[in-house]
C-alpha cells in the first residue's frame, strides 16, 4: 500500500500519561468529548494511517487528520 500525503509524526506515551488518558477515558462522568479525545490520543500512540484510525475508532479521516494537526 503506497502512504499518501505527509508524513506522520509519533506520539510517545510515558507510562503515567498512558494510565491517565485510560482513566479519563472510562470514566462515565467525564464529559464525552474528553473521553473522547483521550481515546483518539491512546489511538495515535498506537500507530497508523489516518484512516486505519478512523476505521477503529469509527470516525472520519478528516477528523483524524484534525486531530492529528492539534
Keep these: 500500500m503506497v ?3 505527509r ?3 509519533n506520539l510517545v506515551l510515558t507510562g503515567d500519561e498512558r494510565e491517565i488518558l485510560e482513566l479519563w477515558a472510562r470514566q462515565p462522568q467525564n464529559v464525552q ?3 473522547l479525545r483521550c481515546r483518539d490520543l491512546l489511538e495515535y500512540a498506537k500507530g497508523g ?3 486505519e484510525m478512523a476505521e477503529r ?3 472520519t479521516r478528516a477528523k483524524v487528520g484534525k ?3 492539534r
Design 3 to 5: 502512504k499518501r500525503g
Design 7 to 9: 508524513p506522520l509524526e
Design 33 to 35: 468529548a474528553l473521553a
Design 49 to 51: 494511517t489516518n484512516i
Design 57 to 59: 475508532l469509527f470516525v
Design 67 to 69: 486531530w492529528r494537526r
